[in-house]
């Protein structure tokens, strides 16, 4: 799996928002060797800029995942926690989790679920937030302390990175979106060797799974002609119903042209599709419930053309989600050929179309 291998190290480092620190200086020395010029936002963003004399055209992914944070010790050394990010709670009985004490050393525990031994005969309610605590195998609150248990400390689902028996898919935590930082990386790389006119600005928000936090500086830092946040929605191909937002693995990228906070411009729509069907790109059209960093990057200065290059995801915002590699190429060559097809007389159009 060494053609993944970018997207494997990602996903194994630890970073809920406002823990990204570890991620953003991999990121950046990454970009540091492809780059002309290397910024960063005062949340803790960082972007490489490839110089042109042609509009400006942003790439991002998002550092963060979902996960906990420490929030209490019970007497009985029991780890209280809170939700940072969209969480069920269900999804975490059960599971192995790891407290993150420092960039060198995490604790393991496991989310305790009640034996069906111990609730015969009761009534049965929905598991809370409030039910869930990670039993690291402390004695007491002292004990826990003593291990290095702090309050804030960030808790992570504990990773086995794999490919799947066909070789097709590749399962993670993290996907949403270890997966976007990383095509950012790989798009800054392939710059070296394509011909294009534009300025490309590539690299990571923060704080996207809070509130999409990250995109507002990063954006108002470089107000771009074109905003593209790489990002990853729900697949739903294993449902028996699907509903109205509904995508499969393996038929494409997602030309994302609604959720509740970004409506793709009917210019830039066009545009999509007349790039992917001219190339043969696979797309799905896709109808999304949540929203991604373009939201609040539409906002920038006087305003901007914003979208989402999604990749479909089974299981997202859990312990594990899976994703398909002709997918992942799907978004590589989608985003490459924006970059080659983009200039100022697009722009233009694009702007006259609106």
């Not at 993290?174 to 060797?193: P, S, T, Y």
């Not at 409506?263 to 599709?273: E, G, R, V």
């Not at 490459?336 to 100022?344: A, G, R, W």
Request: glycine share 10%.
């Amino acid at each position: 799996m060494e053609k993944y291998e970018l997207y494997e190290k990602l996903v194994n480092m630890n970073g809920i928002a406002g823990h990204e620190s570890n991620i953003k200086r991999f990121v950046r020395s990454y970009l540091e060797q492809y780059s002309d010029e290397i910024v960063q936002d005062k949340l803790g963003g960082v972007f490489g800029i490839k110089k042109g004399n042609g509009p400006t055209i942003m790439f991002c992914g998002h550092m963060d995942e979902v996960g906990f944070m420490v929030v209490g010790i019970t007497k009985q050394g029991m780890i209280e926690l809170h939700p940072i990010g969209g969480i069920n709670p269900e999804v975490y009985l059960s599971q192995n989790m790891e407290i993150v004490i420092n960039e060198n050393k995490t604790i393991k525990g496991i989310i305790g679920a009640i034996p069906p031994h111990l609730t015969r005969g009761r009534e049965k309610k929905p598991i809370s937030m409030d039910d869930l605590v990670l039993d690291i195998g402390a004695d007491s609150k002292e004990h826990a302390i003593k291990m290095g248990v702090r309050i804030g400390q960030q808790v992570v689902s504990c990773n086995m990175f794999y490919e799947t028996e066909d070789k097709k898919k590749l399962v993670s935590k993290a996907w949403d979106d270890r997966f976007g930082v990383g095509m950012c990386l790989e798009i800054m790389k392939e710059l070296q060797n394509i011909n294009h006119p534009n300025t490309v600005i590539c690299g990571a928000t923060v704080q996207e799974e809070v509130g999409l936090r990250g995109a507002v500086v990063a954006s108002q830092m470089i107000q771009p002609d074109l905003f593209i946040t790489i990002d990853v929605s729900p697949a739903t191909d294993f449902m028996k119903e699907q509903g109205k937002s509904s995508c499969s693995l393996g038929k494409g990228f997602l030309v994302r042209f609604y959720d509740p906070k970004c409506i793709m411009s009917a210019p830039l729509h066009k545009y999509f599709l007349e790039i992917s069907e001219e190339k043969n790109i696979p797309h799905q059209l896709f109808l999304s419930m949540g929203a991604t960093d373009a939201a609040n990057a539409q906002f920038a200065g006087k305003g901007i053309f914003s979208s989402t290059l999604g990749l479909p995801g089974r299981y997202i915002h859990t312990t594990a989600s899976m994703i398909h590699v002709d997918d992942i190429k799907a978004v590589k060559d989608m985003a490459l050929e924006i970059i080659k097809t983009f200039d100022n007389e697009k722009l233009k159009q694009l702007k006259e179309e609106l």
